[in-house]
Structures are given as C-alpha cells and as structure tokens.
C-alpha cells in the first residue's frame, strides 16, 4: 500500500521558513521522481517543484525559485521541500506527490497547511 505523509506545515511570518517533509512508503521510492504540489484557497493546484529519482535534476515553478529547494533521501524515503523567504501567497496546503510508482499509477498525500502571515 502506497504511502505519502506530509509534515511541518505551520504559521510562520513573512519572511519565515519553513521545512515540509513527505515520508514515502509502498513503492520503490529511489526509481522515481517525486513532486511537491501546492493549493491556496479558492485556486487550482500547481506544481512546485520535481526532483528525478537520483536527484541530480530538479526544476521549480518561476514562483520558486531561488526561495525553495527539493531534496531527497533514498536512503530514507523522504523528499523534503524547503521553503525561504515566506510570503503570503505561499499560503497554501503543499501536497506531496509520486507521478509514477511500480503499480503504474501516481499517488498523492492528504497534504500538510503552510499559512504565512503575521
């Protein structure tokens, strides 16, 4: 059974930071690429960024880079995102995703809330 579980969502002020985590279980982590998804409050969700399974090759959306950086650990299944120079328009639920796994499928996590504000 495939597994995504978010964590370190929180309050943090403007300019803040922020580490969110995705633990990974069920699948063949290290083969494939993981993403972290975001989704304010009355818009559509969008991608935030993706890191291919060695990890060497990592894309961002515009609103990203240079504040935020993907990493992974396949050693211990976990992808984490970490977030800088907060602004409220990061405010959001930030979902981890696997766009493909061995079962030929993507799969999400139930999402952890980032709100930043003072």
């Known amino acids: 059974q495939v597994q995504l579980v978010e964590s370190g969502g929180g309050l943090v002020q403007p300019g803040g930071s922020l580490r969110l985590s995705c633990a990974a279980s069920?699948?063949?982590?290290?083969?494939?690429?993981m993403r972290w998804y975001r989704q304010a409050p009355g818009k559509e969700r969008e991608l935030v960024a993706t890191?291919?399974?060695?990890?060497?090759?990592?894309s961002y959306a515009d609103f990203a880079k240079g504040r935020f950086a993907i990493s992974r650990d396949n050693a211990k299944n976990t992808v984490t995102l970490q977030m800088n120079s907060l602004k409220a328009e990061d405010t959001a639920v930030y979902y981890c995703?696997?766009?493909?796994?061995?079962?030929?499928?993507?799969?999400w996590g139930k999402g952890t809330l980032v709100t930043v504000s003072t």
């Open positions: 890191i291919r399974s060695a990890g060497s090759v990592r």
């Open positions: 995703n696997a766009p493909n796994t061995d079962y030929g499928t993507d799969y």
């Open positions: 069920g699948f063949t982590f290290s083969r494939y690429a």
